[in-house]
Structure formats: C-alpha cells, structure tokens
C-alpha cells in the first residue's frame, strides 16, 4: 500500500538478497523509519517488540527469522534453537507456530547446506501467498460494503474497525482493511470509525495512519464510543481481524473486540471478522477456555507516548505512583456474536459448518 505516494510491503529482503528490512512500527506515528534485521535473534525482538506486530506479519517475520538463522548456522541444532527462540516470542498467534511448523518441516530433512537458500525463497513465499490471500479477503468483503451502499441508497458507508488488522498488521492489503482498500479503490464511498484500541493505540497510530496514507476517509474514536455511534445509526458494519480463530468460529483479538461486538450485537449492526487461513487453528474448539492470553506489560497502560508542541517524542506516566496495572492483550469473542468469517475463500458462519464447508481438507 501507499506511503507517501510510494508502495511499501510491510517486510521486505534488502539490497544484499541476506539481510531482512521492515518498518518499525514501533515508530509510527510520527516517525517512518526502516531498519534492518541481520540476525535471527534480531528477528524475535522485532517480533517481540512489537516492531512487527499482527498475526500474518509476524509469521512472515518468524519465516525469514528463520532463514537468517540458516545462513547463520544450518545444522540440526542451529535449527531447533532458532525454532524454539522464535516461538517463544509471542503466544497468542497461530500464524507463528503455523509458520515456523512449515519452516521445519521444509527444512530439517534438508542437507544443512541446503537450508539457507530453501529457507529464503520459502520465507518470500510465505510472504507472497498472504498477500494473495489478503486480497482475496477484500475481495469477499467487498461484497458485504457494496451490500451495505446499496441498503444505504447509495450514501456512505460507515466501518467501524478495533486495532490494527490494516496492510500494517499483514504483508500487504491487510485483513479488514483489504475490503475498505478495495471499496475506496472502486470508487464506493467509504469512512471508517477508527478506535482508537488502548492500550497501544494501534488504532489511533497505525490504522489512522495507514488510512491516511492511502486517502481514505476516517476519524479516530475513543474506544468506548462504538455503542453510542451504533445506538444512533452511524455505523453501518464492523470488520475486526483475529489472531487465532478455533475450528468453531470463536475469535481471539485485541482486548475489546469482545465488547464491540457485544455492542453491534445489541444493536443489529453486522459483525464481520476478516481473516487468513493459517489464522485459524482447527486443534481448538473453545476459545475462551483454550486460547492463551498473553498478558503484556503493564507500562503499556501506565504510560502513553506522543509528539510535544515542539516535536519531541516524549513518555508519560498517567497512573498515580503504587496503582496496580493489569494487561490483558487479547480476548475472546464467542462465534455466536460474528456474523461471518471473512476468509479469502469466501464468507463463512462462524461455526464448525462452516469452516469445515470452505476448508473441506481440515476433515
């Protein structure tokens, strides 16, 4: 997507064909800096970090996580250490252990000589298939934002989005943006009500930017102000990513994705959640039981960071000193509450049916 006029993938190979570039993420806003990845441990802080963050994306980084390790130190235990140094990174996403599975399925029967260029052009390709597979999501969801204009009489169409699920949190197309992309492309008009999604703020400082960016209409909300916008009509449908989906439909995704669709639910606004296929994980069937939710620093709610009048980026602390701080990263959505699974093979209920009726192969 766009930046500055200027097409960007979110992960890219350098110049030298070894080395991994990607944007920090951890720098937006207010700065749009490169850096670059020499080394698999370099690779799981990004990942840990938060310098590359969203499901899709971070199995891209895990995969040429792996290749730097490979160019590295491709024997059997060069391997295994990079597999486990990676998965330890994050523990809620599937698309990491569904990356570095294929990873290592791929390369431990492979003479040690021969990982590093098989890990490359795997990692690339990984890359590859999520954009495809992003922009087939968009596609399905366009659907429903052409559906939406023509019940609106052609006026706008509102979104409602929670976090990032934009082209930040993926490859490219991003997973609930890619229809919103798509949309604006078409010439349909859109605007998206962008929460804001403390504590990080991934709404307010990517998915704002990224739209902005791109020209597409949007106004970033407090995320206590989805119930009230859908009480009084103005919006029109919610498109959330995930970063685990079970085998029947429930949704893990950022904290007070739950309470949005608590929202549209009462208020009969449509709950749609856009994902990729390596996000689903068909070993579970209760998300609220079964998906770990990883709890993150508390610093995350005690402190917000932001540009002064003159420029500086400065830290704050805005809790009293002493208080308590819980970080609960993610919660569940229950399938019962989604109006549809947007994946890139179409629209799916979200239940065991259908998955199971678009994915016939995870019988």
């Known amino acids: 997507m766009l930046v500055d006029g200027v097409a960007h993938r979110t992960i890219w190979l350098a110049p030298d064909g070894r080395d991994v570039e990607i944007i920090d993420q951890t720098r937006l806003p207010h700065d749009f800096v490169i850096l670059r990845l020499e080394t698999v441990e370099a690779a799981a802080h990004a990942i840990r970090s938060m310098q590359v963050r969203g499901a899709p994306l971070i199995g891209a980084a895990a995969g040429y996580g792996m290749a730097l390790a490979m160019r590295a130190g491709p024997s059997d235990g060069g391997l295994q250490g990079a597999y486990d140094l990676l998965m330890a990174t994050r523990p809620t996403a599937v698309n990491l252990r569904w990356a570095l599975d294929d990873m290592q399925r791929l390369l431990a029967p492979l003479a040690p000589d021969a990982r590093a260029d098989a890990a490359y052009a795997r990692a690339a390709e990984i890359c590859d298939e999520d954009v495809a597979i ?52 078409a010439g349909i008009p859109v605007h998206v009500w962008v929460d804001e999604t403390r504590p990080r703020n991934q709404g307010a400082s990517l998915t704002a930017w990224e739209l902005g960016h791109h020209g597409v209409p949007h106004t970033v909300i407090a995320d206590n102000t989805g119930g009230h916008l859908m009480q009084h009509g103005m919006v029109d449908l919610c498109f959330t990513g995930t970063d685990r989906t079970t085998a029947t439909g429930d949704v893990c995704n950022k904290i007070g994705t739950y309470l949005k669709a ?10 749609y959640v856009c994902l990729p296929s390596p996000t689903i994980d068909w070993t579970l069937d209760d998300g609220v039981a079964q ?38 990263a993610f919660d569940v959505t229950p ?18 049916e ?3 009726a678009l994915f016939p192969e995870q019988e």
């Not at 508390?298 to 208080?323: C, L």
């Open 134 to 185: 992003n922009r087939g999501i968009g596609g399905h969801g366009l659907d429903l934002i052409r559906a939406a204009q023509d019940r609106n009489n052609g006026a706008t169409v509102n979104i409602l989005t929670h976090c990032n699920a934009g082209w930040l949190a993926t490859v490219d197309w991003g997973t609930a943006t890619a229809p919103i992309y798509l949309a604006h492309e």
């Open 262 to 271: 608590l929202a549209a639910h009462d208020n009969d606004v449509p709950f």
């Open 291 to 328: 998906i770990p939710i990883e709890q993150r620093d508390g610093a995350e709610v005690s402190e917000m960071t932001g540009r002064t009048a003159d420029g500086r980026i400065e830290t704050v602390t805005i809790t009293p000193d002493g208080s308590p701080v819980a970080n609960y």
């Open 335 to 352: 399938a019962r509450l989604v109006s549809g699974l947007v994946t890139e093979r179409g629209i799916a209920d979200a239940s065991h």
């Open 354 to 356: 259908g998955l199971r």
